[in-house]
């Protein structure tokens, strides 16, 4: 085996909890994998961690032959070699190259870039030439596949769709401005505000809609309404063969996805009753980090 034709392949998902790190095979088997606490503070050592944890991935494979894709939250370069832009998490993660810190070719993306990639090379959406992804937990991030190709835009910040309207009347903001955005609308961070401090969580909101509570059906299912209007946006705009849906919030399951079906039948375009398409994520905790690996094994042309 040689550095051209089939390298060893790493993937790296650098959050501010954890780090997780996989060796993968061309087909996307996990062969190997380990988790290590990434400690986010000022002087911490999570960099020494990264590099630690591909020594341990990498094993006696020859750093020639090694290939690795690092994701972490944040705005990539251009040239997909650092993260270019993330203020106030991972201190010096910013404009870091690491390929010079770990030894070999690195190629560097967004988090919820690098989930989309993982379904699109070997989940959900594999085969798909056109997809979209949209991860719900804190908030809402996505990513979008077009022609084959991961789509990254001006400033690799293509993807954003929480931060769309789905209400312009709400005098609500995004981070990014949006009034009455989709990631305010379905996001867990939000809850408290929503439900005028009735539920702590998404989850708290779940139990309580599966009694029958009142309140919280009727917050649920508008939640889920103008995710769908989204969807629908989405759809119309990119027409994607799938859109998969990822993140903590997807652990809802049927009661997600059976009312979602119902609005998007109202919401969605359906030329020649084709509807649209929306399958929950294969991949979960590790989706990071085998993204960034299929990420970095189309770069490298293998």
Not at 41 to 47: H, I, L, R, T, V
Not at 75 to 84: D, K, Q, R, S, W
Not at 263 to 268: K, R
Request: charged share 20%.
């Amino acid at each position: 085996m040689n550095k051209s034709s089939n390298p060893h392949i790493i993937g790296i998902d650098l959050g501010g909890t954890q780090i997780k790190g996989v060796l993968l095979s061309a087909g996307g088997e996990v062969i190997r994998q380990q988790t290590l606490p990434t400690n986010d503070e000022p002087g911490s050592d999570w960099k020494h961690k990264v590099r630690a944890l591909v020594e341990d991935l990498t094993g006696t494979i020859s750093k020639e032959n090694i290939r690795i894709g690092l994701s972490a939250p944040g705005l990539a370069n251009a040239g997909n070699t650092a993260i270019a832009y993330m203020p106030d998490r991972l201190p010096g993660l910013e404009n870091f190259i690491w390929t010079d810190y770990l030894g070999a070719p690195t190629s560097v993306l967004n988090d919820a870039h690098a989930a989309l990639m993982a379904e699109a090379e070997f989940g959900a959406a594999k085969d798909c030439r056109n997809a979209i992804l949209l991860t719900l937990g804190t908030g809402v991030g996505g990513g979008v596949l077009i022609n084959g190709q991961l789509y990254q835009g001006q400033f690799q910040m293509a993807g954003h769709f929480g931060h769309f309207s789905v209400n312009a009347n709400d005098d609500e903001r995004s981070l990014l401005g949006a009034p009455g955005s989709l990631e305010y609308a379905i996001g867990n961070y939000s809850i408290r505000r929503r439900s005028f401090g009735k539920f702590n969580s998404t989850m708290d909101l779940l139990e309580a809609y599966r009694t029958g509570d009142a309140f919280a059906r009727w917050l649920w299912l508008e939640s889920v309404r103008k995710l769908a209007i989204g969807i629908a946006s989405l759809s119309n705009a990119f027409s994607p063969e799938i859109v998969v849906l990822s993140g903590g919030i997807t652990l809802a399951g049927d009661d997600l996805f059976q009312p979602l079906e119902s609005f998007l039948e109202v919401y969605g375009f359906r030329p020649e009753g084709n509807k649209i398409c929306v399958r929950k994520a294969h991949f979960a905790e590790l989706s990071g980090a085998i993204g960034a690996a299929a990420f970095a094994l189309k770069q490298s042309g293998a």
